[in-house]
């Protein structure tokens, strides 16, 4: 097979094959597998098994905790700073100063600027770039040209063209508020502008006082007022695809977003959309080169497997992958940037031509941090400060001191690990004591049960037994032996080494050290975040049941009593359930768009048919903003809720005998009357069973949370779930992550016994 610019394979290669997983994402997979065939007819003898899948970094994930690595992955979500700590990831530095695949340059020259950072650890090179993105800002080229509108060079510029955008009536802006670091491109752009990679470099190293730099202050007021004067109302709770189609519906004549909003896009930009493409504005003192360029790259990553004739070919197979070549069949395949230099404008599409030429003609680019790098306080200061300086409830030289303080306590946390700061000394004895208190409770009345009811025991002692006889142990065993080993070896045993781990340190891949209770410390009484958490999950747990059992009591109530349109009620309030809860969270999250999703239009309607004003205004309310997330949860949690306990209260009001409704009418008992004295204490026992699923249900909410904030919550908006995985997949803390998992088992035990004992009447026969 003759490929242009390609060294032939070397004569008598040991076969080889080669385990290398992809994420199938935007891009999917078929690109991979195409360079994956040509490469093996390019080097007889080996075999290349290149496989994908959406969620490919939970099945690597796995193997890698088994010790079983493969050859290279890409997967961006994995644990890779673990994994480069723990020397499990190989150092590419000295690769990429060998020749490049056509041999004719330094591999490490072939890559476009910025592209080789997104992993440059202490000054060594851990990933090989292949997908590249650019932060834009896109505008309506039509609207542009009807105006006589032009590009704006500088921020003043842009704030005169935001103002006379607004003088014609339109939105200048369309942003999203949940996904926050599409808004944060602003601040990004503006203050590498102003202090240059010297600048950049500090921000990310944490340097003493970076934050507090007057120029830092000042692109925080400069997205302040972007958010503040230019963004198309709802911009809060808007997702960054409902701001892009915000855009392209011609609602705003601008929106900020990277390279792939064109392929995200595709589909919903109209044929006859002109899509312009522009580079962020400069300041006139900027210090910066003004065709510097805001990227990201995704990158394959090389396992130390312990044999060095593997890791030669696979370094190998990536070269083959990022020659000109193969990085022009990317462009043309996935229709996306691609991080290798030399690829014609024309393998370019029409949409990606613009942002082709700006790739291009950049001097000087630097990279969007990523997320599984920053540090964890400063990472979680940034979610919470950037939507309170973005609404302007905090100044931007608060903003500017408040995250310098959590970078400030990485550092602290960088010297000494083990430090605890007693910040809620209160809060966590309290919670000991209520646990405590509710422990000795619970015990206390079980004794009481015990040692004061024996007569009862005894009067039903005889029945019980004539009725059951005792199984012989043999039997039992039979019985139950296969059951109970199922469940100890996929349940117990696991969910006993994760308690176990909650007492150690350890980022899931390097050495597990003791760590005795610290953990635990930690949490009660060092992190703020537990309380915003603990908090919602009380709420969750309350607020919702207090809707929910009512209004399942009385459509159950009225299905029993056969009101019209049964059936139809039973199938409605049922559906959701079929559905699983990702699903329906997913609808409901384009139902609360602000602009265009069905809640905030089916207000808009309700208030022209009725005439109420601040109805037909609800237009762009932002449902998902962070101040009204878990005022929205209602409606889904009854959603979703009700058709479940309706079908447990239907079910037990079926089951009580009809004789004692017809001796109430009799006695002239109204109906609601009835209900109060027949069918609820009847079913009351079933009553507490649904508590305690809502109860559990709050205490161990996760997916509606992870989802509602594109998977990065705010402080006041975690939950103890949310705030267990980040703790494990996004700050590597597998200890605390566990000592979590281990406070909500004991929470959920603590609030359905509570419920239970709370609740228990007498039983009705």
């Known amino acids: 097979m003759a490929v242009t610019g390609i060294t032939p394979a070397a004569p008598g290669a040991a076969p080889a094959e080669l385990d290398i997983p992809v994420r199938a994402g935007g891009f999917g997979t078929a690109f991979y597998e195409e360079s994956a065939r040509r490469f093996e007819a390019l080097r007889p003898g080996v075999k290349i098994n290149l496989y994908g899948d959406p969620r490919i970094e939970d099945k690597v994930r796995v193997r890698l905790m088994g010790g079983d690595y493969p050859d290279a992955a890409f997967a961006p979500y994995l644990l890779w700073p673990a994994l480069i700590r723990a020397g499990k990831v190989k150092d590419l530095t000295e690769d990429l100063a060998g020749p490049n695949w056509e041999k004719d340059a330094r591999w490490g ?42 590009v704006p060079r500088t921020w003043d510029e842009f704030f005169t063209l935001g103002d006379r955008i607004r003088a014609a009536g339109g939105a200048p802006l369309s942003l999203t508020g949940v996904y926050g670091n599409y808004p944060d491109a602003f601040l990004r752009a503006a203050y590498y502008n102003l202090a240059g990679a010297a600048g950049w470099k500090a921000l990310n190293n944490l340097t003493p006082g970076a934050r507090l730099d007057p120029r830092y202050v000042r692109s925080a007021a400069l997205l302040q007022r972007i958010t503040r004067d230019y963004t198309l109302r709802g911009w809060e709770g808007a997702t960054h695809t409902a701001a892009q189609l915000a855009f392209l519906q011609g609602r705003a004549a601008m929106t900020v977003a990277g390279s792939w909003m064109i392929q995200e896009m595709e589909g919903k930009i109209p044929d006859d959309f002109e899509l312009g493409v522009m580079n962020f504005p400069v300041f006139p003192e900027g210090v910066a080169d003004p065709t510097t360029i805001q990227t990201g790259a995704d990158s394959f990553f090389i396992f130390t497997t312990g044999n060095p004739q593997r890791e030669k070919l696979t370094v190998d197979f990536l070269r083959f992958l990022t020659s000109r070549a193969q990085a022009e069949r990317f462009v043309r395949t996935v229709n996306a940037p691609v991080a290798v230099r030399g690829v014609p404008l024309a393998a370019f599409s029409a949409r990606l031509q613009s942002t082709a030429v700006l790739i291009t003609h950049a001097q000087e680019a630097f990279n969007m941090p990523q997320v599984m790098l920053e540090p964890p306080a400063v990472r979680q200061a940034l979610t919470d400060g950037r939507m309170e300086l973005m609404t302007a409830r905090i100044t931007p030289q608060q903003f500017a001191e408040k995250i310098e303080a959590a ?95 909650a007492f150690l340190h350890w980022d899931g891949i390097g050495a597990r050290t003791w760590a005795g209770w610290f953990n635990f410390k930690w949490l009660l009484f060092n992190d703020d975040v537990f309380w915003f958490a603990l908090r919602n999950n009380l709420y969750l747990m309350l607020v919702p049941a207090l809707v929910v059992v009512p209004l399942a009591l009385l459509f159950a109530a009225l299905i029993h009593r056969g009101v019209w349109g049964a059936g139809l009620f039973r199938v409605v309030l049922l559906f959701p359930n079929l559905l699983g809860g990702i699903t329906a969270t997913l609808l409901w999250l384009n139902a609360y768009e602000p602009h265009g999703g069905l809640v ?6 309700l208030g022209r048919i009725l005439d109420v004003g601040w109805l037909r205004g609800m237009d762009g309310f932002p449902w998902l903003a962070q101040n009204h997330l878990y005022l929205a949860l209602i409606p889904i949690y009854l959603w979703m809720a009700c058709g479940f306990n309706l079908v447990l209260y239907l079910a037990a009001m079926e089951g009580i005998d009809p004789q004692l409704y017809e001796a109430a009418e009799l006695d002239g008992a109204p109906v609601w009357r009835q209900f109060f004295t027949i069918t609820l204490p009847m079913i009351w026992e079933v009553i507490i069973i649904s508590m305690v699923f809502l109860v559990i249900s709050g205490l161990n909410a996760f997916e509606m949370i992870w989802l509602l904030t594109s998977q990065d919550p705010a402080s006041s908006t975690h939950t103890l779930g949310t705030l267990m995985v980040t703790s494990m997949f996004k700050e590597f803390q597998i200890g605390r992550a566990a000592a979590i998992a281990v406070v909500m088992l004991v929470l959920v035990l603590a609030a359905s016994a509570a419920v239970m004992r709370g609740l228990k009447r007498e039983s009705l026969e």
């Open 109 to 150: 020259d072939t890559f476009l600027p910025g592209a080789l950072d997104s992993w440059r650890l202490g000054g060594r090179v851990y990933g090989v770039p292949l997908g590249y993105a650019c932060w834009t800002i896109f505008y309506n080229q039509k609207m542009w040209r009807e105006h006589s509108w032009t």
């Open 407 to 501: 970078a400030k306590r990485d550092r602290a946390r960088a010297t000494d690990p083990d430090r605890v700061e007693f910040r809620h000394v209160l809060a966590g004895l309290a919670l000991l004591i209520l646990l405590g208190g509710a422990a000795v409770w619970l015990a206390t009345g079980k004794l009481r049960a015990v040692v004061f009811r024996p007569h009862l025991q005894a009067q039903s002692g005889g029945e019980a037994a004539a009725a059951f006889a005792r199984l012989r142990a043999s039997v039992a065993l039979g019985f139950v032996g296969p059951a109970m080993g199922l469940y100890a070896v996929f349940v117990l045993l696991p969910g006993l080494a994760a308690f176990g781990w």
């Open 600 to 605: 905030n239009a089916g207000l808009v309607v």
